[in-house]
């Protein structure tokens, strides 16, 4: 009965490899969120989709695309990784970040993503 | 520009002693401030937000616009407070939140 759960765990792939993350909220919110978290600690918006539309859109390389199926799922799609790209990918979702700026986010377990 | 200042990367301190984890912002707008936390092997959550004006945990943080500031407090800290603390600024809707880079409290016996 986990919230928001990502796949894999730990992901560790070789330059130039393709690769998705997904994730999942089982908690009917309406919008979903992708962060990075660099070696730093340092935690940045990458994405938001709020109910399969794309909200949020923060200066990221385009080999970054996000998917979003329907609202319980916001997958993560990196083409021709980069070392630079190495770093924990959080997932996490709202009750409504399309009007408010309140809502608590839920997140995810995250991500470790190593590149080689 | 939108910034969040968490100028200490750790902050260590005997239990019982008290606790303050320092958050600047900056942000033209009316601000939304929260705190975040993540426990050891645990996942990031909400600790406080200010509109709340609650205490969470033995925590209060307290917005102060004259000075920017969003300083999270505890009068007596406890081993079990140990955790990463980040402070983030709600911005211009859509829930977009911006971060601060984080300070991580130890508690030591």
């Known amino acids: 009965d986990t919230a928001v759960s990502q796949t894999p765990k730990y992901l560790v792939t070789q330059m130039g490899n393709d690769k998705s993350i997904k994730c999942e909220q089982n908690?009917?919110?309406?919008?979903m969120y992708w962060y990075k978290q660099d070696s730093k600690k340092f935690l940045k918006i990458m994405f938001s989709y709020n109910n399969k539309e794309l909200i949020i859109n923060e200066t990221v390389p385009n080999r970054f695309s996000p998917k979003s199926p329907d609202k319980a799922h916001l997958n993560l799609h990196i083409n021709s990784l980069e070392l630079g790209d190495s770093a924990v990918y959080f997932c996490?979702?709202?009750?409504?970040?399309?009007?408010?700026?309140?809502?608590?986010?839920?997140f995810g377990p995250g991500t470790r993503l190593t590149v080689l | 520009a939108q910034r969040v200042t968490q100028p200490e990367k750790l902050l260590s301190v005997f239990k019982g002693a008290p606790v303050e984890l320092k958050c600047n912002y900056s942000?033209?707008?009316?601000?939304?401030l929260f705190w975040y936390v993540q426990y050891s092997r645990q996942r990031l959550q909400l600790l406080l937000r200010h509109i709340s004006r609650e205490s969470i945990k033995g925590f209060t943080a307290d917005l102060n616009k004259g000075e920017t500031s969003f300083h999270l407090k505890k009068p007596f800290a406890q081993e079990e407070d140990s955790a990463m603390y980040y402070c983030a600024l709600g911005s211009g809707g859509y829930n977009k939140l911006i971060f601060g880079a984080g300070t991580r409290l130890a508690v030591h016996p």
């Open positions: 996490a979702s709202s009750q409504d970040g399309a009007a408010r700026s309140t809502d608590t986010q839920y």
């Open positions: 908690l009917g919110h309406d919008t």
């Open positions: 942000y033209s707008g009316s601000p939304e």
